[in-house]
């Protein structure tokens, strides 16, 4: 079955400087793969999605890129702000009816 | 403003009830899930619907139940089947169902965390 890894260790960034995160999957290539940012105690939120035809997706600071050979998805925020801190997910479609989450990396962006 | 909302936000059950988690969306949308967090891990689908009047498992439902009698409402009800359900549960809408070929993001409500004392 496929399975996402994400960074379980919390990633220190101090401010103004770029934060990478990584999802990485393990069997077949997705359709699709999706990051949403999620504050504690809160739901998450959609942020950007990349299709498996796509190398790269921005939206403001926010950069996603897909590599399907190494099975892997980075997130990249430019110009990182502490409000910038949160949990990220990343998430991809089974192939059937459902998304496969990741569990998630904690962003500490420092002032 | 359009969205989901979840109620309530805490909730403590003792052994043995049943409690019933609300879930409403004014989106519109067709699809609805519900997922369980616990901490470390991802998301876990507990069921999820398509249409009104009809709803499937997702991959950990033994203990749950839902309806979809309306398409704005989606309750959870956690039974006392449910052998560990405290956690953190996510109710979640999308255009239409999330899968290959349709790529919607879901949009969510801001979770129950439920505690069973």
């Known amino acids: 079955s496929q399975k996402i890894e994400q960074n379980s260790e919390a990633l220190n960034i101090q401010e103004g400087k770029t934060a990478t995160l990584t999802c990485n999957y393990t069997?077949?290539?997705?359709?699709?793969l999706q990051w949403y940012r999620q504050d504690p105690g809160r739901g998450p939120v959609f942020l950007l999605l990349i299709r498996e035809n796509e190398k790269e997706k921005r939206k403001e600071r926010l950069k996603v890129t897909f590599d399907t050979t190494l099975k892997q998805s980075l997130f990249h925020i430019t110009a990182s702000q502490p409000a910038d801190s949160a949990t990220y997910l990343c998430?991809?479609?089974?192939?059937?009816?459902?998304?496969?989450w990741g569990a998630g990396t904690k962003l500490i962006i420092k002032p | 403003d359009g969205g989901i909302t979840q109620s309530p936000k805490y909730l403590f059950r003792k052994e043995g009830q049943n409690v019933t988690l609300s879930c409403e969306q004014n989106?519109?949308?067709?699809?609805m899930y519900w997922y369980r967090q616990d901490p470390g891990q991802g998301l876990r689908l507990i069921y999820y619907?398509?249409?009104?009047?009809?709803?499937q498992k997702g991959d950990i439902a033994e203990g749950y139940s839902v309806s979809r009698e309306k398409k704005e409402s989606f309750p959870l009800t956690v039974t006392s089947a449910q052998k560990n359900p405290t956690a953190f549960y996510l109710c979640?809408?999308?255009?239409?169902?999330?899968?290959?070929?349709?790529?919607?993001?879901?949009?969510f409500g801001e979770g129950s965390r439920l505690t069973v004392l």
């Open positions: 998430a991809l479609d089974s192939g059937d009816y459902q998304l496969i």
């Open positions: 979640a809408s999308s255009i239409r169902l999330a899968g290959a070929l349709n790529t919607g993001e879901l949009f």
């Open positions: 069997n077949y290539s997705p359709a699709y």
């Open positions: 619907s398509q249409i009104v009047n009809d709803f």
């Open positions: 989106l519109n949308h067709d699809a």
